[in-house]
């Protein structure tokens, strides 16, 4: 049997290769995106327990601003705290590309 007869049965086929990067679906902003989802999804709540309030409307504004300033100053808190990671981060990684670049 020649080297021709025994490779005509069917090639094996190659797996296809994608052309974009996979898609990290909607708002795949990371830490970003969470925060505005948070964020949204606070200011949702807060507008249907406007709607729903079984309270008078100046203790439910009250109620509203006091959420809305403590949402501020927890988003402040953890964008800090993602601030703060990425500069170790990025400083780790400078050091890292540092050692392995020629003297």
Do not use: N, Q, W, Y
């Not at 020649?2 to 490779?7: I, L, M, P």
């Not at 898609?23 to 925060?35: P, Y």
């Not at 509203?64 to 500069?87: I, K, P, Q, S, Y």
Request: aromatic share 2%.
């Amino acid at each position: 049997m020649s080297k021709d007869e025994r490779s005509e049965g069917p090639e094996p086929e190659e797996p296809e290769e994608p052309d974009e990067e996979p898609d990290e679906g909607v708002g795949g902003g990371g830490a970003l995106g969470f925060l505005a989802g948070f964020a949204l999804g606070a200011l949702l709540g807060a507008g249907t327990a406007l709607l729903f309030a079984p309270e008078r409307g100046a203790v439910t504004r009250r109620r509203l601003r006091r959420r809305l300033r403590d949402l501020g100053a927890d988003t402040a808190d953890r964008v800090g705290e993602l601030r703060h990671r990425a500069e170790r981060e990025m400083r780790r990684g400078r050091r890292r590309i540092a050692r392995h670049l020629p003297d």
